[in-house]
């Protein structure tokens, strides 16, 4: 299967623990974007890539966030002193070199602070 | 807020019927994308139709924009038990190089 990948699928974690979610976007994708999704809502966009630089975050990322895309491959997105308000599903989409164009989504990561 | 807006939040018909949803938005746009998620899993990308275009046939679905209302359609024909998921209208803002903004989506179910 050639498609976006995240790991791990599920993550419960401890309030005040620190989570990491890797993403495998398609490989000649040059873009990849990360969102948050809680129950009943669409996706909030959180950052993007364009190869390995991150060229927007969203308001909505505090400084507990940060995400990397080393070598424009893979990606992570790190969680700091995760606190309950953060579970959500954690998703990760690829696209190619095109701006605005087909998002091609994997799996989501399940978050729960507990 | 919210660029789109997806209506109904819920929508629940009979297989075989045809299911409508709607979606508007604010700003002016590049394109206007549909996606479906299925219950707890990524979303799928179903149609992009650009600002110039009026309408867009992809098998059962048939999307169709509005630019001077601001609106969108989404028409799944002749619905399957397999089309329940939610739906999402993502909007590409012509103000944002590269974003495009999710409504909250509609969630269709279609009984057997």
């Known amino acids: 299967d050639t498609g976006v990948s995240q790991d791990p699928r599920h993550k419960i974690t401890k309030r005040g623990q620190n989570v990491t979610f890797r993403c495998d976007p398609i490989?000649?994708?040059?873009?990849l974007y990360w969102y948050r999704q809680t129950l009943g809502q669409g996706p909030e966009f959180l950052t993007y890539?364009?190869?390995?630089?991150?060229?927007?975050k969203s308001r909505l990322l505090s400084d507990r966030f940060s995400a990397e895309r080393p070598k424009g491959s893979f990606s992570t997105l790190e969680i700091q002193r995760t606190e309950q308000g953060d579970s959500a599903m954690y998703l990760c989409a690829s696209s190619l070199n095109q701006p605005q164009e087909t998002q091609y989504f994997g799996p989501g990561t399940r978050l729960l602070v507990l | 807020s919210q660029q789109g807006e997806e209506d109904p939040q819920a929508l629940s018909i009979q297989e075989g019927e045809n299911a409508t949803m709607n979606c508007s938005y604010k700003?002016?746009?590049?394109?206007l994308q549909w996606y479906r998620q299925n219950s707890g899993r990524g979303l799928v990308h179903l149609i992009l139709?650009?600002?110039?275009?009026r309408e867009k046939h992809s098998g059962r679905l048939r999307v169709t924009l509005d630019t001077s209302k601001k609106s969108s359609s989404l028409l799944i024909t002749a619905s399957r038990a397999a089309d329940t998921a939610s739906y999402f209208c993502a909007t590409a803002p012509k103000t944002s190089y590269d974003k495009v903004i999710f409504g909250p989506g509609t969630s269709l179910s279609v009984i057997p």
């Open positions: 890539f364009q190869n390995e630089a991150q060229l927007e």
């Open positions: 490989s000649e994708h040059n873009r």
């Open positions: 139709i650009r600002s110039n275009e």
């Open positions: 700003t002016s746009i590049n394109n």
